[in-house]
């Protein structure tokens, strides 16, 4: 209780700070206070994209388990045009779109498209509509990664975006700047769902990032027994 009413007492710094925390309990609390604190932001950026970027040991939360994310989108914060793509709905991005078509090709201050955002955010049906609207499915982050939106999206294992990347004409084996491919990604994670879905779609296991390591041993070193048993199934397949 000391706890959250010093946070209370923070204003919006405190209420950051919870999200930041990944403080369900407190974020709760001073959202039901006041709920205004949805839409709270700081030079850091909006309690939104705090929450969205949530980490969970090398990867991040995925947006189905993110239950700060969805204390926060309950109380309809207000939202940049790439958080609509990322957490908006259809509607909202039907609308963002038609009223400024050019925001389908614009890039974020990280770098990313709204289709990166989109893909991380596990948004399928946003992700529909950006690519009806003309969105590169292999469009590459113009930042330090170079990474697709099927290579975000393994980030936070939205293996429902994936599914409609894949089906749009992602390009499955494509290389981050550091050499990583999708499935690399998926296998550090342990994401089951999706290394079958990328095995399904053609990633190739045998590939290698520049030290050597092939998904196999990522899903290994991280002890993720499921996805390196379907990955040592998926190696044997190709000798």
């Known amino acids: 209780m000391l706890i959250a009413l010093a946070l209370a007492a923070a204003g919006p710094a405190g209420f950051l700070a919870a999200v930041r925390a990944q403080d ?3 974020v709760e609390r001073l959202l ?30 995925p947006r189905r388990e993110n239950r700060v994310l969805d204390a926060i989108l309950r109380r309809q914060p207000r939202l940049a045009p790439w958080e609509i793509a990322a957490v908006g709905t259809a509607e909202a991005v039907r609308a963002q779109v038609g009223s400024d078509p050019a925001f389908v090709k614009s890039v974020a201050p990280n770098g990313w498209t709204p289709l990166h955002a989109a893909a991380f955010a596990d948004n399928a049906a946003a992700a ?19 990474n697709t939106p099927l290579q975000v999206s ?10 409609v990347l894949l089906a749009r004409g992602a390009e499955v084996d494509a290389r981050m700047s550091e050499g990583a491919t999708a499935l690399h990604e998926a296998a ?49 397949k190709k000798r």
């Open 128 to 146: 529909t509509i950006l690519l009806d609207a003309g969105a590169d499915v292999n469009a590459r982050a113009k930042n330090k990664f170079d």
């Open 24 to 26: 369900l309990t407190n």
């Open 188 to 236: 550090q994670n342990g994401d089951a769902v999706s290394i079958r879905m990328l095995l399904d779609a053609g990633a190739d296991p045998a590939l290698k990032m520049p030290n050597s390591k092939t998904a196999l041993d990522l899903a290994r070193a991280a002890k993720h027994k499921d996805a390196a048993r379907i990955l040592q199934s998926a190696s044997a």
């Open 32 to 61: 039901e206070a006041d709920p205004s604190l949805a839409s709270a932001r700081d030079e850091k950026g909006s309690a939104v994209a705090a929450a969205l970027g949530a980490r969970r040991g090398d990867g991040f939360v």
């Open 154 to 163: 393994m980030l936070s294992q939205s293996a429902e975006v994936a599914k």
